[in-house]
T-cell receptor, first 115, second 112 residues
Framework: GAVVSQHPSWVICKSGTSVKIECRSLDFQATTMFWYRQFPKQSLMLMATSNEGSKATYEQGVEKDKFLINHASLTLSTLTVTSAHPEDSSFYIC???????????FGQGTRLTVV | KQEVTQIPAALSVPEGENLVLNCSFTDSAIYNLQWFRQDPGKGLTSLLLIQSSQREQTSGRLNASLDKSSGRSTLYIAASQPGDSATYLCAVHFSGTYKYIFGTGTRLKVLA
């Protein structure tokens, strides 16, 4: 299957700072990328969907000004958690799909801890 | 509302048992369904992908079936091993949407 690389795999930051997470599709052009959040012992919840060159579409209840998503190229999307707080501590996973969207490929996730 | 549910939420079995994990979804109009494995604190590993036109997929000891009309998929694991212990997630790509909806997951523990 296709490879999606997510970086960093883990990060610890101080409350009030911003953190950027990168998601790269290494061997295909990702027309659409998805960002999920997973709290402990819960399933993945979709935060937002981004199409290359367009503004992201956020799911209900997700603050777009807090979770900034940029999908400037067909191989890279970034999620920036702005002014992070301890309640933002979670596991963030990105996913990428090509134009046909016959399958989605997932990154290995980023564990964010805000102290 | 399009939802995906998995039962049981947790399962503990002795090594060697064959087992079935269930996934149900509220809308039969789907593009595909994917089963994943997630180890604690890790990302997702794709196990099987079933397209809407398919009834089942097999990979090694794993077999996934799809019954769209009843809104169900099952993941069959044969001769379970302790290394199979993980959380298993199913995700559905519903028609008319451009995203996957994940189920609640089944936490499997295979005892040696």
């Amino acid at each position: 299957g296709a490879v999606v690389s997510q970086h960093p795999s883990w990060v610890i930051c101080k409350s009030g700072t911003s953190v950027k997470i990168e998601c790269r599709s290494l061997d295909f052009q990702a027309t659409t990328m998805f960002w999920y959040r997973q709290f402990p012992k819960q399933s993945l919840m979709l935060m937002a969907t981004s199409n290359e060159g367009s503004k992201a579409t956020y799911e209900q209840g997700v603050e777009k000004d807090k979770f900034l998503i940029n999908h400037a190229s067909l191989t890279l999307s970034t999620l920036t958690v702005t002014s992070a707080h301890p309640e933002d501590s979670s596991f963030y996973i990105c996913s990428a799909a090509n134009r046909a969207f016959t399958e989605a490929f997932f990154g290995q996730g980023t564990r964010l801890t805000v102290v | 509302k399009q939802e995906v549910t998995q039962i049981p939420a947790a399962l503990s079995v002795p090594e060697g048992e064959n087992l079935v994990l269930n996934c149900s979804f509220t809308d039969s109009a789907i593009y595909n369904l994917q089963w994943f494995r997630q180890d604690p604190g890790k990302g997702l590993t794709s196990l099987l992908l079933i397209q809407s036109s398919q009834r089942e997929q097999t990979s090694g000891r794993l077999n996934a079936s799809l019954d769209k009309s009843s809104g169900r998929s099952t993941l069959y694991i044969a001769a379970s091993q302790p290394g199979d212990s993980a959380t298993y997630l199913c995700a559905v790509h519903f028609s008319g949407t451009y995203k996957y909806i994940f189920g609640t997951g089944t936490r499997l523990k295979v005892l040696a």
